[in-house]
């Protein structure tokens, strides 16, 4: 059970959620001595401060849920997230160009929001939402986030069509091979859910549920 709570990123990312329930999440999340806790930039100094000793990683999202901003929003999101004390952003990439064919624009977009974590010193996930995208987009996507320094690559943000399944982390984990790491995330509330994907080539797991999954496994 420990190997898995090491890849697990607790997550609170909804809209109406309080510092009251980051410190919750924080405290919970020490408790299970996960890898990391995944909060709104808003929350990034809470929670900054909530794990500290903990040895956490305190990651954060840019562009979410849509990643409908203009870029130059995005690296704004970036820097200030990591001045608040973040170790990791999960940035959204402009799914929406792609799927209307503007590859240029997306790669473009990816390479300034890597480039911008990699000055602020901060590692960056690159989110897909795979559920608008084809298969092949999944495979564009994927490589060319590590063509733009890019150290991640994240299936999902939860508030898509869907979440993480274990197909897309099989087909992101062979277009990256061993040039990034993979994060699952979105509706992975289950043990047998967690481990198929890690098994499949996930590195991390986002969970909003991590003592649903944990609990399964003790």
């Not at 329930?21 to 929670?47: I, N, T, Y």
């Not at 840019?62 to 170790?87: M, W």
């Not at 495979?139 to 994240?154: F, L, N, P, T």
């Amino acid at each position: 059970m420990a190997a898995v709570a090491q890849r697990i990123e607790a997550t609170l990312l909804a809209p109406e959620a309080t510092a009251d329930d980051v410190r919750a999440l924080c405290a919970d999340a020490a408790g299970r001595a996960v890898r990391g806790v995944c909060v709104a930039s808003p929350f990034v100094a809470v929670a900054r401060d909530a794990v500290r000793g903990a040895g956490l990683r305190v990651v954060t999202v840019a562009g979410f849920p849509t990643g409908a901003v203009l870029t130059a929003a995005k690296v704004a999101e970036v820097r200030a997230a990591a001045e608040a004390g973040a170790d990791e952003v999960d940035v959204v990439c402009a799914f929406g160009l792609l799927r209307g064919g503007d590859d240029a624009a997306v790669r473009s977009d990816l390479a300034s929001v890597a480039q911008a974590a990699a000055r602020a010193g901060v590692a960056c996930k690159v989110i897909l939402e795979t559920g608008w995208l084809t298969d092949a987009q999944i495979d564009e996507v994927s490589r060319w986030a590590v063509d733009a320094g890019a150290g991640w690559v994240k299936t999902s943000t939860g508030f898509g069509p869907r979440g993480a399944s274990v197909g897309d982390v099989a087909r992101m984990r062979a277009a990256v091979g061993e040039a990034a790491k993979v994060k699952a995330a979105g509706g992975i509330r289950t043990w047998e859910q967690a481990v198929a994907l890690l098994d499949a080539g996930a590195d991390a797991l986002g969970c909003s549920a991590p003592a649903a999954v944990l609990e399964r496994g003790a």
